[in-house]
């Protein structure tokens, strides 16, 4: 056991609190929801305490070790719950094992460590990431992040392991260009050609690890998107039913279906952008297997009771059990979620081959901030849509 895990549960004293005690209590409290054996979430606690480095043992009552863009108040660390219609939800953790260095090229290089030494425990291969080092980690890296990595939780207590890295860490004018190089050193050499336009390349990931067919993903953003654009971006073939993907952002979004009366303007996400994704597998068709759509329902929500009425009627909605997703909220924060709002970051919609479409929740950690909630309905002008 790490200092941070025994720290972990016993410090009952405000004040050396840490922010590895903060996110492996958290961690724990979720597996428990999850149905993760104990000693399987003690092993992942102590991994995600181990892989933070410096950050874990930093008092929580100083400033984040960095402005991480990984969470809204720079925690460098994130929960998700997938939902899917015939088992139960898993859990991932996104962290940010670099987050205490001092610049974007050391940040790369102590995430690329961390990988690494999974690798070794886990036997698994990093060839696919090595050779994109010297696209995204440059001894003059730029951007808001260099390498997060995500790991799935598995109750087998062996993780799948995801690398998220960024397109432009030698300048968003090159990210369209790097993401093209990325995909044929991949094999997929069709690939980039397949891609929707989108304004931006925020991240690309690898799937590491005993994966049963391993991903290369590409996200890109679409500012100012409706529901209708949201549904043309897909190129995966077979897709996901385009009444899916409709109802998907509807419900996530909060508006309405159109009426059909007049020439009434379609609903516009014009905060914070939808992501899609879409993921490569094999690369002979150049196709796509899948695709996802992301949105971060806390800029179009007031309060956090309203993000989980929004997931709640997605899950209903696509035939999911959503209890578990109160006892996580429960899990990470004890605040009622009226009095906050970021909580649930966003919402997505998988779709992956011949599968059934999953839900994802994507849930902060909170160890520094609360957003504070908007002012109720009657007191302002609506929820953000244009
Ligand atoms: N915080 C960043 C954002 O809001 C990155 C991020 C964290 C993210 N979790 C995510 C992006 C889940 C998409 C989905 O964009």
């Known amino acids: 056991m790490t200092t941070a895990l025994l720290i972990g549960e016993s410090a009952t004293d405000e004040s050396s609190r840490t922010l590895g005690d903060h996110v492996v209590g958290q961690l724990l409290r979720l597996s428990a929801v999850a149905g993760l054996k104990d000693t399987d979430a003690a092993l992942y606690a102590q991994i995600l305490a181990d892989s933070l480095g410096a950050a874990s043992t930093r008092l929580l009552s100083l400033p984040p070790p960095s402005a991480s863009f990984l969470s809204d108040d720079h925690t460098p660390v994130e929960f998700s719950l997938t939902f899917r219609p015939d088992a139960a939800p898993a859990l991932r953790v996104l962290v940010e094992p670099g987050c205490a ?115 290369v993903k590409v996200y890109t953003a679409h500012p100012g998107l409706s529901a209708s654009e949201a549904c043309a971006l897909n190129r995966a073939q077979p897709g996901p039913a385009p009444e899916d993907v409709a109802t998907f952002f509807r419900l996530a979004a909060g508006v309405g279906r159109p009426t059909g009366e007049g020439n009434e303007p379609e609903p516009r996400l014009d905060r914070r952008p939808a992501l899609a994704c879409h993921s490569f597998t094999e690369n002979e068709t150049g196709q796509p297997s899948g695709f996802t759509l992301h949105i971060p329902v806390r800029d179009y929500v007031r309060n956090d009771d309203e993000a989980l009425d929004r997931a709640d009627a997605l899950l209903s909605h696509f035939g999911m059990k959503g209890a578990v997703l109160s006892d996580a909220l429960a899990a990470l924060t004890s605040r009622p979620l009226s009095d906050g709002v970021g909580l649930i970051a966003y919402l997505a919609l998988a779709h992956q081959r011949d599968r059934l479409p999953r839900i994802t929740v994507y849930i902060s950690s909170e160890a520094y901030a609360v957003r504070p909630p908007l002012a109720p309905l009657a007191e302002q002008a609506g929820p953000h849509l244009r």
């Open 101 to 215: 260095a001092d610049d974007m090229a050391d940040n790369g290089r102590q995430g690329l460590a961390v990988i690494r030494d999974m690798a070794s425990r886990w036997d698994f291969s990093t060839a696919q990431l090595d050779c994109l080092e010297d696209l995204f980690l440059l001894p003059d890296s730029q951007g808001p992040l260099a390498l997060w990595y995500a790991l799935e939780l598995h109750p087998s207590g062996a993780p799948k392991v995801k690398v998220y890295l960024n397109p432009a860490a030698s300048g968003s004018m090159q990210a369209a260009a790097t993401v093209r190089e990325a995909l044929h050193r991949l094999g997929h050499r069709q690939a980039f050609a397949a891609l929707p336009d989108g304004a931006a390349y925020p991240f690309l990931a690898l799937d590491l690890g005993p994966w049963e067919s391993p991903r």
